[in-house]
T-cell receptor, first 112, second 118 residues
Framework: ETGVTQTPRHLVMGMTNKKSLKCEQHLGHNAMYWYKQSAKKPLELMFVYNFKEQTENNSVPSRFSPECPNSSHLFLHLHTLQPEDSALYLC???????????FGPGTRLTVL | AQKITQTQPGMFVQEKEAVTLDCTYDTSDPSYGLFWYKQPSSGEMIFLIYQGSYDQQNATEGRYSLNFQKARKSANLVISASQLGDSAMYFCAMREGRYGGATNKLIFGTGTLLAVQP
C-alpha cells in the first residue's frame, strides 16, 4: 500500500447508527487531518493531529469524534448524525515541517 | 473575508491546447504557500504544484506551471497541452504562517470545473 488510504469508500447510515471512518498513511508523516467536503462549499478543515496530539478542532459538533492512536492511523467516529452531515470526508497527511498535504480517496457518507 | 477566490466555476478547453485557471488570494502574512490540487470525479484530491511566497521563480511540474504574481496576489495554474484525463475540479489553496509550523492549515477556494473536449 502506498500513499493515504481510506475505508470504507462509501457509507450509508441512519441517524441512530454508530460507525467509524478509517484513514491510514504509508508516507511516514507526522501530521494527519480530517476534512469535510459538502456540495458547492469549499473544503472545511475539521481536525488536525500532530504526533498523535490533537492540535486543532474547528468547532466540529461532538457527534464527530476523532481518534489518532499513532502517526499512521486516524479514525473518525460517527454517532447520531444528521442528514446535513452527508458529505465527502477526506483524510490527509503531511510531514510536520513540509507544506504539502497528501489526501486519501475519501469516504462518501450518506445519512438517511 | 474570503481568502482564496476562484472566479471561474467552469471552463472548457480543446484537447492539446493550454488553459489558465485563475486564483487570487488575500493575506497580510509575508510568509505563505500556495497550492493547486486536482479532484477527479472519483473524489481523491491530487497535489499538483506548490509555490512559496519567497520563491523567486514560478513553480513548474511537468505540464503544470504556476503563474505567480505577488503584487497582484494571484497564483494562476497553467496546464499546457491539455489531455482528456485533465477533466476534473481544480482547487487553489493557501497556507498562512511560517514554513515548518506545527500545523499546516490550508484554506481552499471553491474550485473550477475543467472539461477537456476532444
Amino acid at each position: 500500500e502506498t500513499g493515504v488510504t481510506q475505508t470504507p469508500r462509501h457509507l450509508v447510515m441512519g441517524m441512530t447508527n454508530k460507525k467509524s471512518l478509517k484513514c491510514e498513511q504509508h508516507l511516514g508523516h507526522n501530521a494527519m487531518y480530517w476534512y469535510k467536503q459538502s456540495a458547492k462549499k469549499p473544503l472545511e478543515l475539521m481536525f488536525v493531529y500532530n504526533f498523535k496530539e490533537q492540535t486543532e478542532n474547528n468547532s466540529v459538533p461532538s457527534r464527530f469524534s476523532p481518534e489518532c492512536p499513532n502517526s499512521s492511523h486516524l479514525f473518525l467516529h460517527l454517532h447520531t448524525l444528521q442528514p446535513e452531515d452527508s458529505a465527502l470526508y477526506l483524510c490527509a497527511s503531511s510531514q510536520e515541517r513540509t507544506d504539502t498535504q497528501y489526501f486519501g480517496p475519501g469516504t462518501r457518507l450518506t445519512v438517511l | 473575508a474570503q481568502k482564496i477566490t476562484q472566479t471561474q466555476p467552469g471552463m472548457f478547453v480543446q484537447e492539446k491546447e493550454a488553459v489558465t485557471l485563475d486564483c487570487t488570494y488575500d493575506t497580510s502574512d509575508p510568509s505563505y504557500g500556495l497550492f493547486w490540487y486536482k479532484q477527479p470525479s472519483s473524489g481523491e484530491m491530487i497535489f499538483l504544484i506548490y509555490q512559496g511566497s519567497y520563491d523567486q521563480q514560478n513553480a513548474t511540474e511537468g505540464r503544470y506551471s504556476l503563474n505567480f504574481q505577488k503584487a497582484r496576489k494571484s497564483a494562476n495554474l497553467v496546464i499546457s497541452a491539455s489531455q482528456l484525463g485533465d477533466s476534473a475540479m481544480y482547487f487553489c489553496a493557501m497556507r498562512e504562517g511560517r514554513y515548518g509550523g506545527a500545523t499546516n492549515k490550508l484554506i481552499f477556494g471553491t474550485g473550477t470545473l475543467l472539461a477537456v473536449q476532444p
